[in-house]
């Protein structure tokens, strides 16, 4: 069954720290990946996707994600957080072969990031 | 970019009474809307799949008849919470993607939710 999985219900970073946020999905074939952020009260907000091509992809507020397609994963990164950045994240795959638009959902990871 | 604008953004109604969300793609068309159900735990489910001109799709277990589901236009798409009670109190949002711009590949856009309270 596909799934996606984001391991880690919280992370604490220090504010001026890098960041990961771990995401692993099991969908055959090539998916498209995708980071979404969701501020409090709010809808969520696209980040960056992988569709083919470079496995490190640059997106919105200085977030990247690298693909790594032999560990069928695709961690959120930012080299330096911001408090700003506290939010709750989720990742999400897409089956290619699938013919509609309907995305596979993470749990959601809650950031924290502490002045 | 795109924008989809979800109205209201919260409401109390009374047990018993019905409550319609509205989810409108402002400068896209939108075939299909996806409406979720966000709990407080954090995670996202899929209600439902709205398809323009015909009748929606329900995830396994939400009730068709309790949350009824319009989409008449290419714009508009609507949630209607029927004889709504405390228990579906809940985030609702919607969804849509820019279906003729990127194909599969295009991220869906979000409207900002709608947080119901029944009492």
């Known amino acids: 069954a596909q799934s996606v999985a984001q391991p880690e219900d919280q992370v604490n970073v220090a504010e001026g720290n890098p960041l990961t946020v771990k995401c692993t999905y099991s969908?055959?074939?090539?998916?498209?990946l995708f980071w979404y952020v969701q501020y409090p009260n709010r809808g969520l907000q696209f980040l960056l996707k992988y569709i083919t091509g470079d496995n490190l992809v640059k997106g919105s507020y200085g977030f990247e994600a690298e693909f790594n397609k032999s560990q069928t994963s695709f961690h959120l990164k930012k080299p330096s957080a911001l408090v700003s950045d506290s939010a709750l994240y989720f990742c999400?795959?897409?089956?290619?072969?699938?013919?509609?638009?309907?995305?596979?959902w993470g749990a959601g990871t809650k950031l924290i990031i502490k002045p | 970019g795109a924008v989809v604008s979800q109205h209201p953004s919260w409401v109390i109604c009374k047990s018993g009474t019905s409550v319609k969300i509205e989810c409108r793609s402002l400068d896209f068309q939108a075939t299909t809307m996806f409406w979720y159900r966000q709990f407080p735990k954090q995670s996202l489910m899929l209600m439902a799949t709205s398809n323009e001109g015909s009748k929606a799709t329900y995830e396994q277990g939400v009730e068709k008849d309790k949350f009824l589901i319009n989409h008449a236009s290419l714009t508009l798409s609507t949630l209607t919470v029927t004889s709504a009670h405390p228990e579906d109190s809940s985030f609702y949002i919607c969804?849509?993607?820019?279906?003729?711009?990127?194909?599969?590949?295009?991220?869906?856009?979000f409207g900002n939710g709608t947080r119901l309270t029944v009492t």
């Open positions: 999400a795959v897409r089956d290619p072969g699938d013919s509609n638009y309907q995305l596979i």
């Open positions: 969804s849509a993607a820019q279906e003729r711009l990127g194909g599969y590949n295009s991220p869906l856009h």
């Open positions: 969908v055959s074939g090539n998916p498209y």
